[in-house]
């Protein structure tokens, strides 16, 4: 990144180039992410988390933005800003900003009494734009805006009562058993957060009633399978320490954290797509990648071995009514 300009209180500016396009990065040196505190001597308390600034942020996407494009391309997207990082307030944004540039895509999407302008992210220099909007996190719908009843994406959210992944390694494994019986590839990515996300991928031929009430048979087969340590109640104080198994974003305009997304957390960490070996390894935690080494992890193609193109629910529709 090349820049000019004096101090790191935000006035400088710089500018990334990204595929055809620069863009220009306002306030690059802006820390959104404390590292590790000092001590008096200016050393670090804990051993060397260093800061995550705005400049990071934007190299972060478009060093990754050539794994991240295929899974946000044509889809409305909703933001997660946090312009004055971490420690500062938060937005959820769903219509574009205002400066928004002619040349990045939008989609005017229905909703109750109106529409609202999605940001559409189809290439690295949009990307780069709204990181450098302080954009930390992408929520992505699970349909494309030219079918946006007709998702292509299924998503289990696997949700511990605690902060402890090892209950949502062993739901995630007895998920893909069950959509194994169903005949439904399915991939796994870490939230970056405490859980999970088991995606299948679908051929938008059903819409979203019919998707949602799939989802939640699914899960109501597999609650029934294992009842002492898996949930479908919606209430929180009626789960009893259960792992919640969440299938709400199956709907219309519900948004999903996109893989590659960073997590507004200590340390940064990514939403990370891993293979089911990898889900099996205790090592693997919902934060066990970051900005700082999630790139090695993308470039092993965690996801290869799926089929690219979405499966028809009928077929898995009469399996699991079949189990019902």
Avoid at 44 to 60: S, W
Avoid at 194 to 206: N, Q
């Amino acid at each position: 990144m090349s820049a000019t300009g004096a101090d790191s209180a935000g006035t400088e500016e710089g500018s990334v180039r990204a595929g055809r396009r620069t863009v220009r990065i306002h306030r690059p040196r802006k820390v959104l992410f404390p590292g590790s505190a000092r001590s008096t001597d200016g050393a670090r308390t804990d051993g060397g988390r260093a800061d995550v600034t705005k400049a990071d942020l934007v190299e972060y996407y478009r060093s990754v933005a050539r794994h991240m494009m295929p899974e946000l391309r044509g889809r409305p997207l909703m933001l997660e800003r946090h312009p004055d990082g971490l420690d500062g307030p938060r937005f959820m944004q769903k219509n574009i900003p205002g400066n928004y540039p002619d040349w990045a895509r939008r989609a005017e999407m229905a909703k109750k009494g109106g529409t609202v302008t999605h940001p559409v992210c189809d290439d690295t220099a949009t990307l780069v734009f709204l990181a450098d909007q302080a954009s930390v996190t992408f929520h992505r719908w699970l349909s494309r805006a030219d079918r946006p009843d007709h998702p292509d994406r299924l998503v289990f959210d696997l949700d511990p009562a605690r902060d402890d992944f090892e209950p949502v390694r062993a739901a995630a494994l007895l998920l893909r058993e069950l959509l194994d019986e169903l005949a439904l590839p399915a991939s796994a990515m870490t939230t970056g957060s405490k859980g999970l996300h088991v995606i299948v991928r679908l051929d938008r031929r059903t819409a979203f009633d019919e998707v949602r009430a799939f989802a939640m048979d699914v899960a109501r087969v597999l609650a029934a399978r294992d009842p002492d340590r898996l949930t479908t109640e919606q209430r929180t104080d009626a789960r009893a320490g259960r792992l919640y198994l969440d299938v709400q974003r199956n709907a219309y305009a519900q948004t999903a954290v996109a893989p590659y997304s960073v997590r507004p957390k200590e340390g940064a960490p990514v939403a990370t797509p891993i293979s089911w070996d990898q889900v099996k390894d205790p090592a693997v935690t919902a934060r066990r990648w970051t900005v700082a080494d999630v790139m090695e992890q993308a470039r092993t193609r965690p996801w290869s071995d799926v089929p690219a193109r979405g499966r028809s629910l009928a077929p898995a529709r009469r399996r699991l009514d079949a189990l019902l």
